[in-house]
T-cell receptor, first 117, second 115 residues
Framework: GAVVSQHPSRVICKSGTSVKIECRSL??????MFWYRQFPKQSLMLMAT?????????EQGVEKDKFLINHASLTLSTLTVTSAHPEDSSFYIC?????????????FGPGTRLTVT | AQSVTQLDSQVPVFEEAPVELRCNYS??????LFWYVQYPNQGLQLLLK??????LVKGINGFEAEFNKSQTSFHLRKPSVHISDTAEYFC?????????????FGAGTRLAVHP
């Protein structure tokens, strides 16, 4: 089956620094990837839709200058949290959509736990 | 706008008992419906999905769900649960023809299976 990886799985950073999270589709090409954020004991909230070779589409209320998304290839999207604050601490999950004929499958990565101290 | 309501935040159940996790959605167009399971500190795993066709959908781990258009529901069921089914379950909806786009998730239901 299709596999999506995320790196790192856990990261701790200091306030004011930036951290990059990678999302890779390992055995398929993903024109579209999605970035979600999940607070403890809450649901997933879509942050942005990442399209290969074009600018990401951000959901309302998500600061595009703070959460930089780059989708430079069909197998890699990155989320950079800039000038991190403790309130950015969260579980970040990506998913990658496989476009195959008329059937679209979306596969989720294992998530990245970000802690900002 | 789309929305998903999971009516129960927590469902405690004894092992080998049946369980139903409820999900209602609102949408003005055709929808695609999904159930995902999340174990602690992990990503989401697809249990099952409804895209079209038969309204009774069978998924992995013995789960099934029934799409009811008139009641706008997509409840998840399992006839006999195991301890290992303890996890968070999310219902999700997506709109669009020819596939699906972004997913809108419900708040989740915590299934706790007790011995």
């Amino acid at each position: 089956g299709a596999v999506v990886s995320q790196h790192p799985s856990r990261v701790i950073c200091k306030s004011g620094t930036s951290v990059k999270i990678e999302c890779r589709s390992l055995d398929f090409q993903a024109t579209t990837m999605f970035w979600y954020r999940q607070f403890p004991k809450q649901s997933l909230m879509l942050m942005a839709t990442s399209n290969e070779g074009s600018k990401a589409t951000y959901e309302q209320g998500v600061e595009k200058d703070k959460f930089l998304i780059n989708h430079a290839s069909l197998t890699l999207s990155t989320l950079t949290v800039t000038s991190a604050h403790p309130e950015d601490s969260s579980f970040y999950i990506c998913s990658a959509r496989e476009d195959r004929q008329l059937v679209h499958e979306q596969y989720f990565g294992p998530g990245t736990r970000l802690t900002v101290t | 706008a789309q929305s998903v309501t999971q009516l129960d935040s927590q469902v405690p159940v004894f092992e080998e008992a049946p369980v139903e996790l409820r999900c209602n959605y609102s949408s003005s167009v055709s929808v695609y419906l999904f159930w995902y399971v999340q174990y602690p500190n992990q990503g989401l795993q697809l249990l099952l999905k409804y895209l079209s066709g038969s309204t009774l959908v069978k998924g992995i781990n013995g789960f099934e769900a029934e799409f009811n258009k008139s009641q706008t529901s997509f409840h998840l069921r399992k006839p006999s649960v195991h301890i290992s089914d303890t996890a968070e379950y999310f219902c999700a909806v997506s709109e669009g023809a020819g596939g699906y786009n972004k997913l809108i998730f419900g708040a989740g239901t915590r299934l706790a299976v007790h011995p």
